[in-house]
């Protein structure tokens, strides 16, 4: 009797290696992913849209945000079967290049002052693209990372993931603190474009790191006995729909980064409060530079404790800290917004974000991963894009209606904490045999390891 080939092993290093560039690609594509955010809320609405409305202009700028976000899901259909049937390593190259090239262009779009209508009809275009791009980032990164880690610190290394994210944020918001205290004239003219600008390196330097990086054992193992699926995504909606749907669920709770990273500023910088732009951007900054630190430790803690525990805890957390943080806004007491700021973006919020990762990815066998994880947040994510447009209604004219902001943040937080209650831990269950189970309606018992 023949002894069944053992499954190929990560070269030595792998496991770094792939964190390293999840991290590093996740920081450039989120660098170029926030620096939109800030300027939507802060320059788009004087450079694209007509001053003669400010709270439309405003209104408008926020949704171009949200597109992206809509283009999610497109993408995530299109790269997730990629991603399953050819590897995660082309998806992950592809995304870095898109997002820089994408950037940069919106730095080089002329204003509406200079062609009229046309302007936010390019900067939408570039939005897109920039959305298509996102859509494969996370979840190829998540998948490889996942898939070189040791099994008992699967939660750790795909962590690195979303902490490039908190780095990608950090370092837009360092390179826009300059640039908002320009003089009024410089920022609207030329001031804005420079970060957009600097992204042209983003596609140089994640193609980079990433080109050297080995195809995942698990993917690899798969391709060479011939299982990898011909049509991932007829696997994916017919074997592990309900899991699909959790992870959806689950992907609202990034609503709490939306609205604290681009309505929370929009508001706190408005005639209403009257906050000093670069002291908020200074608040975002902080937070996230406390998150680079909490997300580690929330994602080991995950790999003793399990997943479930440490995501309820962001999940639910998320939901009561933004009502003090709103409020604190609301007050404005720049101490008080720093400290209920930081709790709640750069500590609560990082248990959910530092194990969505591995908690999503772990729902699906290797052979519909990627489709599973993107699709699954994509479609959340876009949901959560959106939520910025929605606060910006439900604040009312005046825009100040914070209370019911944080209600609305609060409910959108509910069914990520269903998700998780539903969910099975998949903490110890060996790589190879993740989301190896029935039909979709079977994981609805939620069963324990």
Known sequence: MSVPAAPPRAPQGQPRKAAFAAWSGSALEYYDFFIYGSAAALVFPKVFFDESDPADATLLSLATFGVAYAARPVGAFFLGHIGDRLGRRKIMVFT???????????????????????????????????????????????????????????????????????????????????????????????????????????????????????????????????????????????????????????????????????WALSYATSDAVGMDRSAMLWVGALANLVALAAIPLWARLADRIGRRPVFLTGAAGSALLMFGYLWAISTGSYALTFVLGILAFGVVYSAANAVWPAFYGEMFPTRVRLSGMAIGTQIGFAISGFAVTFAAQIAGPGGDNWGAVGLFTAALCVLPVVAALTARETAKVPTGQLGERGAGSAVLKGAAV
């Open 96 to 262: 870095v290049v898109l997002m820089g090239l994408s950037t940069f262009l919106i730095g080089c779009l002329p204003t509406r002052e200079q062609v009229g209508g046309f302007a936010p009809l390019l900067l939408v275009l570039c939005r897109i693209l920039q959305g298509i791009s996102a859509a494969g980032e996370q979840s190829s990164a998540g998948s490889m990372t996942l898939e070189h880690a040791p099994e008992d610190r699967r939660a750790y290394f795909t962590s690195f993931t979303l902490n490039g994210t908190q780095a990608g944020q950090l370092l837009a918001t360092i390179i826009f603190l300059p640039i908002a205290a320009l003089p009024e004239d410089q920022l609207l003219s030329w001031g804005w474009r420079v970060p957009f600008w600097l992204s042209l390196g983003v596609a140089v330097a994640g193609y980079v790191i990433r080109r050297s990086l080995d195809e995942t054992p698990e993917f690899a193992r798969k391709a060479e006995s011939g299982e990898v699926a011909k049509m991932p995504l007829a696997v994916l909606f017919r074997d592990h729909w309900v899991d699909v749907l959790r992870v959806i669920g689950g992907a609202l709770v990034a609503s709490v980064s939306t609205i604290f990273t681009v």
